[in-house]
């Protein structure tokens, strides 16, 4: 498969694309599990509720044993009482994080990128190398582009302080390195911006490889 390579003067060139990686088809519930996995394990515990025995006062009998003909009662902290302690209420030591196999998070991203690809939001440009820092350069470049009005993910193969500091003010746009790169980001952006050593790192990182074990005799 060839796609459009876009360079800074405006040129067009092709460029073939792995269509093992680039075309990758699957179960979509597995996409929707790694999206719930990320959003899980930055989920943090809020409520949380007391237990008898962490609310204060409680130390003294509130009435005697017996005569009242009330039932008896040992602490006004029960649960039982207003202003006591919550049975089974939610707790701060709660742990939200799910887990899912290499595999299946490879997979979840090659389907991610297929699903760019067919809607023709992948964006392949010649290369980032900018000779400053500057905000208005990058905002040329993107005019160049066959963007519209919405988010971008820019994906390098290693880091680029010119353009990682010249897009910094940029809300619009996100930068991530292929090794930092999750599903969420991939979903979250309107287009997924990257050069061709970005795509070399992309197959190289999202080809699955078997691992031969080979026995002592």
Excluded: H
């Excluded at 007391?50 to 006062?57: D, L, Q």
């Excluded at 991530?176 to 980001?185: A, E, S």
Aim: contains cysteine; glycine residues 8%; proline residues 4%.
């Amino acid at each position: 498969m060839k796609v459009k390579v876009y360079s800074k003067s405006g040129k067009i060139d092709t460029m073939e694309f792995p269509s093992g990686v680039f075309e990758s088809t699957g179960d979509p519930q597995l996409l929707s599990q790694a999206r719930l996995r990320l959003l899980a394990n930055r989920r943090g515990p809020i409520a949380s509720t007391k237990t008898r025995g962490e609310v204060r006062g409680g130390g003294r009998k509130p009435f005697r044993q017996k005569g009242t003909g009330r039932a008896r009662a040992g602490s006004n902290r029960s649960p039982l009482w207003i202003g006591g302690g919550i049975t089974f209420g939610p707790r701060k030591d709660r742990n939200f994080s799910q887990r899912i196999n290499r595999k299946m998070v490879k997979k979840a991203l090659r389907m991610a990128f297929s699903g760019k690809i067919k809607n023709n939001k992948l964006i392949v440009v010649s290369d980032f190398n900018f000779p400053k820092i500057a905000t208005s350069q990058i905002q040329d470049f993107l005019e160049k582009l066959p963007l519209e009005e919405g988010k971008i993910l820019i994906i390098l193969s290693q880091t680029n302080v010119n353009l990682e500091l010249s897009v910094a003010n940029l809300a619009y746009i996100k930068v991530r390195q292929i090794n930092n790169l999750n599903v969420l980001d991939l979903l979250n952006c309107d287009y997924v911006l990257t050069d061709k050593e970005g795509i070399k790192s992309i197959e190289k990182s999202l080809t699955v490889t078997s691992a031969v074990v080979k026995g002592k005799k």
